[in-house]
């Protein structure tokens, strides 16, 4: 069984820092591409940034490019969101996501697996 476990979340100021971890178990998703989601009250699920399974190609939503990176560890099947320069506007529950083959794709319905989700707060 795969399951997506995020990890990270909290409080954070505005103008502070967090850093996402998401950790798979069930698959390898070495070669296969990972993403990172975001939903906040009220909204449609949003695509924050995503990975190809090289690590080195990587892609964001508008919003976030200039502050936030995304990384990926293939011996700890693992992915990361490192969130920079936090604006209230991205207090949301970011979602890990998975999925079959390396293609770049930001949308929702791409993606296979999705963890639980976990709640980013920025206080103004």
């Known amino acids: 069984q795969v399951q997506l476990v995020e990890s990270g979340g909290g409080l954070v100021q505005a103008g502070g820092s967090l850093r996402l971890s998401c950790a798979a178990s069930g698959h390898t998703f070495s070669r296969d591409a990972m993403a990172w989601f975001r939903q906040a009250p009220g909204k449609e699920r949003e695509f924050v940034a995503g990975?190809?399974?090289?690590?080195?190609?990587?892609y964001f939503g508008d919003s976030v490019q200039t502050r936030f990176s995304i990384s990926r560890d293939n011996v700890k099947n693992s992915v990361y969101l490192q969130m920079n320069s936090l604006k209230p506007e991205d207090t949301a529950v970011y979602y890990c996501a998975a999925k079959y083959g390396n293609s770049r794709s930001s949308d929702v319905e791409e993606y296979e697996y999705w963890g639980q989700g976990t709640q980013v707060t920025v206080s103004s």
């Open positions: 990975v190809r399974w090289g690590g080195g190609n990587s």
